[in-house]
């Protein structure tokens, strides 16, 4: 089968499609046939040397995919071949075939494409993990959401408005802070030109008096910490899932104490299978209706063929996408679906 492969760590053009055997799959997994793939900051950390696989994990970069199940194990039930679906990944996605876990699956509704439904696993399955199973976000809150123009920020936009909840971001620039509230940010602070400590503050206000931002899901780590716990109210709480802005910082503890705020910090691809599938589970019982019905959908920049994969790389770590940035590894199925992707991308 073809894959992305690359022999040393380096920029996106270290990237190359390959030649790879087919793998097989466990008794309770399905083998995927690969229609798109998304691509994560993780790939590009991969790439670069910085964030290994897991332990018996497949080096094939990819968190996330759609596709069709060709093979099923003797141990799954509930699949059959030929099923539409989207899966979470530890990682091989940038291939034509890779296996997965039954339990982190999710089935496509007749309302995606397929090339649609590969921009929702990583990014749904992370922010509704991290806002409501490690945050306990509550309906009325305010949540602060840093890069809301990314794959994670908007649909983080999309599922805090979708559980009742006050949403802020912040970009980078106006053609990013315009598509946040066209999608349902309730307020947008650019970066490069406000404090967003003083202006959570200013946005984030209540009866009580009280100010500040209840959940952070936070992207850039060290270069924010001290700031995003300026940030946050009483009782809040600051969930870091990225370190963009380094891995190393000093605060200080009273900070936290008298006003009761937590730091916690996460990752998806290292978790075991059985957490996963809970994730996975999570997101179809309380999203995937929404995605069914429309109200949440993917939010797609642009779609590469697989050969392309270090242009989307590129893209990313330019900064200058808005949503997602695709894979397709089945191209031929690709002109047929073109018509059913209008209004997934800024």
């Known amino acids: 089968?073809?894959?992305?492969?690359?022999?040393?760590?380096?920029?996106?053009?270290?990237?190359?499609?390959?030649?790879?055997?087919?793998?097989?799959?466990?008794?309770?997994?399905?083998?995927?046939?690969?229609?798109?793939?998304?691509?994560n900051r993780a790939d590009l950390l991969q790439r670069q040397g910085f964030y290994s696989p897991p332990p018996g994990a497949t080096t094939i970069p990819g968190l996330e995919v759609s596709g069709t199940i060709a093979e099923?194990?003797?141990?799954?039930?509930?699949?059959?071949?030929?099923?539409?679906?989207?899966?979470?990944?530890?990682?091989?996605?940038?291939a034509e075939a890779v296996p997965v876990p039954a339990g982190q699956l999710l089935p496509v509704p007749e309302s995606l494409s397929l090339t649609e439904a590969a921009a929702l696993p990583e990014v749904l399955g992370t922010v509704h993990s991290n806002i409501v199973g490690r945050a306990g976000i509550r309906a009325g809150e305010w949540l602060l959401v840093h890069?809301?123009?990314?794959g994670i920020?908007?649909?983080?936009?999309?599922?805090?408005?979708?559980?009742?909840?006050?949403?802020?971001?912040?970009?980078?620039?106006?053609a990013k802070a315009q598509?946040?509230?066209?999608l349902g940010a309730d307020a947008v602070i650019n970066y490069?030109?406000?404090?967003?400590?003083?202006?959570?503050?200013?946005?984030?206000?209540?009866?009580?008096?009280?100010?500040?931002?209840?959940?952070?899901?936070?992207?850039?780590?060290?270069?924010?910490?001290?700031?995003?716990?300026?940030a946050l109210t009483t009782d809040g709480r600051l969930v870091i899932i990225g370190l963009q802005g380094g891995t190393?910082?000093?605060?200080?503890l009273g900070d936290l104490l008298q006003p009761r705020k937590t730091v916690t910090a996460t990752t998806l691809r290292a978790r075991p299978k059985e957490q996963k599938a809970q994730i996975i589970a999570e997101v179809s019982e309380q999203l995937w209706p929404a995605v069914a019905a429309g109200d949440i959908r993917p939010?797609?920049?642009?779609?590469l063929p697989l050969a392309e994969a270090g242009r989307g790389h590129t893209a990313l770590e330019e900064g200058s996408s808005i949503g997602k940035v695709l894979l397709v590894v089945d191209e031929d199925s690709q002109s047929t679906e073109d018509t059913q992707e209008e209004g997934t991308r800024p």
């Not at 920029?11 to 229609?35: C, K, M």
């Not at 190393?248 to 200080?252: C, D, L, R, S």
Request: glycine fraction near 12%.
């Open 147 to 150: 890069g809301g123009a990314s």
């Open 248 to 252: 190393k910082a000093e605060i200080n």
């Open 153 to 174: 920020g908007t649909a983080a936009i999309q599922v805090a408005k979708h559980l009742g909840v006050r949403v802020v971001v912040t970009v980078g620039s106006e």
């Open 72 to 94: 099923v194990g003797p141990e799954v039930t509930g699949w059959t071949v030929g099923d539409r679906v989207a899966a979470l990944l530890t990682g091989g996605g940038y």
């Open 179 to 182: 598509f946040c509230r066209e």
């Open 299 to 303: 939010i797609i920049h642009e779609t």
């Open 192 to 230: 490069r030109e406000a404090d967003f400590v003083a202006r959570v503050h200013e946005i984030c206000t209540r009866e009580d008096g009280t100010t500040g931002a209840d959940v952070i899901l936070d992207i850039i780590g060290a270069k924010y910490l001290e700031r995003n716990i300026k």
């Open 1 to 39: 089968m073809r894959a992305i492969t690359f022999s040393a760590p380096g920029g996106p053009e270290v990237l190359e499609v390959t030649e790879e055997p087919q793998p097989g799959i466990a008794p309770d997994e399905v083998l995927v046939a690969v229609h798109a793939a998304g691509i």
